[in-house]
């Protein structure tokens, strides 16, 4: 399985890639990392269909944006399962969780507070989960691969 990675550089996917790439290896997956720097406008739609991604993965709503022509959000384009992980209390994308999203998209949050408040917020997102209410920031990359492990 092809899995492709989107976080941004100061982002918890980049300060943790090593023992990322390694656990994620072990189970399986081929990984391919897309980095952006804040600000970073450019539209890497082209890097992640030349993956040929089977799961997409972002950090903190980071590429969310990317808008088509008709300004839908450009994830809802890519054909595969979608995992975006939102670990930040500030998400300056958030306002994109307003508009349609496709129905592969899972939103998975650091705590059943910010789970709620998305929910209440932003009723017609796809689908909302929590890493549990024990989540440690010491930790987000064993609850990546419990969630990856367990599609």
Do not use: W
Request: charged residues 25%; glycine residues 6%.
């Amino acid at each position: 399985m092809n899995i492709v990675i989107v976080g941004n550089t100061s982002g918890i996917f980049r300060k943790k890639n090593n023992d990322l790439i390694s656990g994620l290896n072990d189970m399986g997956y081929d990984c391919t990392f897309i980095f952006r720097e804040p600000g970073d406008e450019r539209n890497i739609m082209a890097d992640i269909r030349a993956a040929s991604a089977d799961l997409l993965i972002t950090e903190d709503l980071e590429g969310f944006e990317m808008c088509t022509l008709t300004d839908a959000v450009s994830y809802n384009l890519i054909h595969c399962r979608q995992l975006h992980f939102l670990f930040s209390d500030k998400l300056s994308n958030e306002k994109y969780l307003a508009k349609q999203l496709s129905l592969v998209m899972t939103f998975v949050c650091r705590d059943a507070g910010l789970t709620e408040t998305l929910k209440d917020r932003y009723p017609d997102l796809p689908e909302v989960v929590s890493l549990g209410d024990d989540y440690s920031e010491d930790e987000p990359i064993d609850r990546v691969m419990s969630v990856v492990q367990n599609l």
